[in-house]
């Protein structure tokens, strides 16, 4: 639904207070006078620059202080038709009592004048006495059909614009953009290469989202072929994501929720999330939840609701969320949360599940954990994710796959004699061929500098195995995952040392 469409319902219904959440004043305010001239409705506003203003007719009074400007409602006509005034960035305002009290008052008096104060700001930012008096409006992003028409008006001479494929991956690509970044960016792909492509656009919405902090953009190579074994996640990775049409009869279409990848440090979780996107020809975001955290009060949620809404807006994609286990360390304790924190914490991870479980966008989740300890029992019931996979250390076949990968890279000759590699992790196998390059040793004797990590941490790797076994789906084969150590010992008796029966 549009936002003259919204608008129109609530001014009948008689919310006298509106607040639109928009980036794009410009265009919210064009739809708010189209609106206004097709139902007949007075559209006055103001702004710190221009002072008072009217779209269908003269406003009554000049305002030049925003106490005044909200008192101009005192003189729309007493007639049938309603008066709107539009205050843009009026959030900056809010911290005064004497603006605080002249818009609480404006909008209780507004459902009997049929007046309704209209604040349109990129945040939402109430006071406590404003906030049951608001309705909160969403200005959404262009949606497909509105960036295609931005990319025609744009691209005007022949063969600027891609036909085909090529024209859904360049509407992709723009998705997520405002329509002021989506029409710069196509005016800045017909300078550089004189049609439109998707690249330029894809390097704007890195910088995009580089400027927000909380969301970044993976453009990096890889694919599953540079990443040795785990077969198993591999192929339902590609199958979960495959091109699929809607369903003829609901017309409605299934998609992935994504996967929880759980497993022992090194064993390529991170490496093989980032290479789904680039197999699957989707970008991939990286979600930072602990820079979510914010100092101040509401300001976690506000980062939340931010970068939940950008993953929203740039599907499809794969969405990265590494360690996942220590950004909700302190979740499920005895206070919900850690210390000091005053619940926020806890908050920001049920805002997380329930995205995780309801949100309609076509986003593919990729989240990794090392220590499932640390992770609330709720992340792991179905529906949060498609499948919970458990990363083991590589057996011989797939640590030979991953030998002939490094070795191909990094140049080393095929003739030289391995190491003994019973406990190591495709990581240090990428060790051990990178420090033969670096120091320029053999395979053996730069093995000498690599501990792997089931010897340092055995502990833990025996823990992780014990409680994955049985509970998550194997990586590297069909089924689930069964840890060598906790299967039963089949064949073999317990023999029992019978004594003599005690006098009593």
């Known amino acids: 639904m549009s936002l003259a469409e919204t608008l129109q319902e609530h001014v009948r219904a008689c919310f006298s207070g509106l607040w639109i959440t928009s980036h794009e004043h410009p265009d919210a305010l064009e739809e708010i006078a189209t609106l206004c001239r097709a139902e007949g409705w007075r559209a006055w506003g103001w702004d710190v620059e221009l002072g008072a203003w009217g779209t ?20 729309a006509p007493r007639d049938a038709g309603a008066t ?20 609480t008052r404006q909008v209780e008096v507004g459902r009997r004048r049929s007046t309704f104060v209209v604040v349109i700001a990129p945040v939402v930012q109430l006071p406590p006495e404003l906030e049951r008096l608001f309705v909160v409006i969403e200005h959404a992003l262009p949606d497909r059909k509105q960036l295609a028409e931005i990319a025609r008006g744009v691209a005007t001479e022949r063969g600027e614009l891609p036909k085909g494929p090529g024209f859904e991956q360049l509407i992709d690509a723009a998705s997520g953009l405002s329509r002021y970044e989506a029409e710069g960016a196509f005016a800045l ?18 910088q995009t989202l580089a400027q927000g902090g909380l969301v970044t953009l993976h453009r990096g190579g890889g694919s599953f072929d540079q990443l040795g074994g785990l077969e198993s996640l591999k192929g339902f990775c590609r199958r979960a994501l495959r091109p699929r049409p809607s369903d003829s009869k609901s017309g409605a279409s299934i998609r992935p929720q994504g996967v929880l990848l759980l497993g022992i440090p090194g064993t390529g979780k991170s490496a093989i999330a980032k290479a789904i996107g680039a197999e699957t020809g989707r970008p991939t975001l ?5 820079r979510l955290m914010g100092s101040l009060v509401g300001q976690t949620e506000e980062r939340t609701r931010g970068a939940l ?37 806890s908050r920001l991870f049920g805002s997380l599940l329930s995205w995780l479980a309801d949100h309609e966008s076509d986003v593919f989740v990729v989240a990794t954990a090392n220590d499932v300890s640390r992770l609330p029992p709720e992340l792991t019931r179905a529906e949060r994710f498609d499948a919970v996979f458990f990363l083991d250390l590589p057996g011989r076949q797939q640590k030979d796959a991953i030998w002939k990968i490094h070795r191909s890279s990094l140049g080393i000759a095929p003739g030289q004699r391995r190491p003994a590699d019973d406990d190591w992790t495709g990581a240090e196998v990428r060790s051990c061929c990178r420090l033969a390059r670096l120091l320029d040793l053999p395979l053996v004797e730069a093995a000498r500098h690599v501990v792997p990590i089931a010897s340092t941490a055995a502990e833990s790797v025996a823990r992780l195995r014990g409680w994955a076994s049985g509970r998550c789906l194997s990586a590297d084969t069909p089924g689930v995952y069964r840890s060598a150590a906790a299967a039963p010992r089949q064949g073999r008796r317990r023999r029992v ?3 003599d029966p005690s006098d009593n």
Not at 59 to 75: G, I
Request: with cysteine; glycine share 8%.
């Open 497 to 499: 040392k019978r004594l």
């Open 309 to 345: 809404a950008s993953i929203d807006a740039m599907a499809p994609c794969v969405l990265f969320v590494d360690e996942l286990d220590k950004a909700l360390s302190g979740v499920g304790g005895q206070n919900g949360g850690q210390a000091g924190d005053s619940g926020v914490q």
């Open 189 to 206: 792909s017909l300078v550089r290469q004189r049609r439109l492509t998707p690249e330029t656009l894809w390097s704007l919405k890195a």
């Open 56 to 75: 269908v007719s003269a406003v009554p009074a000049t305002a030049s202080d925003p106490v005044s400007a909200v008192r101009l409602l005192d003189h």
């Open 84 to 103: 709107l005034l539009v205050l843009p960035n009026f959030h900056r305002y809010l911290g005064s009592v004497e603006v605080v009290q002249a818009v």
């Open 286 to 290: 990286v979600l930072d939840v602990g």
